[in-house]
T-cell receptor, first 113, second 116 residues
Framework: AQSVAQPEDQVNVAEGNPLTVKCTYS??????LFWYVQYPNRGLQFLLK??????LVKGSYGFEAEFNKSQTSFHLKKPSALVSDSALYFC???????????FGSGTKLNVKP | NAGVTQTPKFQVLKTGQSMTLQCAQD?????MSWYRQDPGMGLRLIHY???????DQGEVPNGYNVSRSTTEDFPLRLLSAAPSQTSVYFC???????????????FGNGTRLTVT
């Protein structure tokens, strides 16, 4: 069965500093991995997805994700955090049959001025 | 292009009442799904559909029914509301993999349901 884990409930970072939101995955076949962001009272917005062969994937709003097969990780990163990046972030994996997405429990990112 | 539209945005029900949460998408997505979001539990899949006339259960299907008579619409029915169904409900859609592999989900803005 597919699953993702987000080990941190909350990440705090100062504006201008780099940020990392962690995600580890467990899949039985090829990993179809995604990151989403959720702002208050809104639905989830797609940020980026893993593309086979690319260890660094670039996405929306300056975010990128680093894929590491040996560590089964897909960490979300940004070189310089903005206060407006404060939101809830979800990692997700799509299963081998492609009919289900499994989401992590979410990480709340707080960026302080 | 409206994307995924959910109605209503808010709803309060009494225990035992029934209601239908509406979801419509205009992206010609074959795959549609319903999730509930509860604090500390992430998103849990309730039901999903891979095309008109085809539905299947997710992780937490009890107490909910779905149907898919058209590609665009995927309503979620609560048969007899219970306080445990108080949650935020999200509808999401995507292309099927044989059309666009690795297609991400597109989400509506949610329905906040309270059952008293």
């Amino acid at each position: 069965a597919q699953s993702v884990a987000q080990p941190e409930d909350q990440v705090n970072v100062a504006e201008g500093n780099p940020l990392t939101v962690k995600c580890t995955y467990s899949v039985s076949g090829n990993p179809y991995l995604f990151w989403y962001v959720q702002y208050p009272n809104r639905g989830l917005q797609f940020l980026l997805k893993y593309i086979t062969g690319d260890n660094l994937v670039k996405g929306s709003y300056g975010f990128e994700a680093e894929f590491n097969k040996s560590q089964t990780s897909f960490h979300l990163k940004k070189p310089s955090a903005l206060v407006s990046d404060s939101a809830l972030y979800f990692c997700a994996v799509r299963d081998d049959n492609f009919n289900k997405f499994y989401f992590g429990s979410g990480t709340k990112l707080n960026v302080k001025p | 292009n409206a994307g995924v539209t959910q109605t209503p945005k808010f709803q309060v029900l009494k225990t035992g009442q029934s209601m239908t949460l509406q979801c419509a998408q205009d992206m010609n997505h074959e795959y549609m799904s319903w999730y509930r979001q509860d604090p500390g539990m992430g998103l849990r899949l309730i039901h999903y559909s891979v095309g008109a006339g085809i539905t299947d259960q997710g992780e937490v299907p009890n107490g909910y029914n779905v149907s898919r008579s058209t590609t665009e619409d995927f309503p979620l029915r609560l048969l007899s509301a219970a306080p445990s169904q108080t949650s935020v409900y999200f509808c999401a859609s995507s292309y099927r993999p044989n059309r666009a592999i690795n297609s991400p989900l597109h989400f509506g803005n949610g329905t906040r349901l309270t059952v008293t």
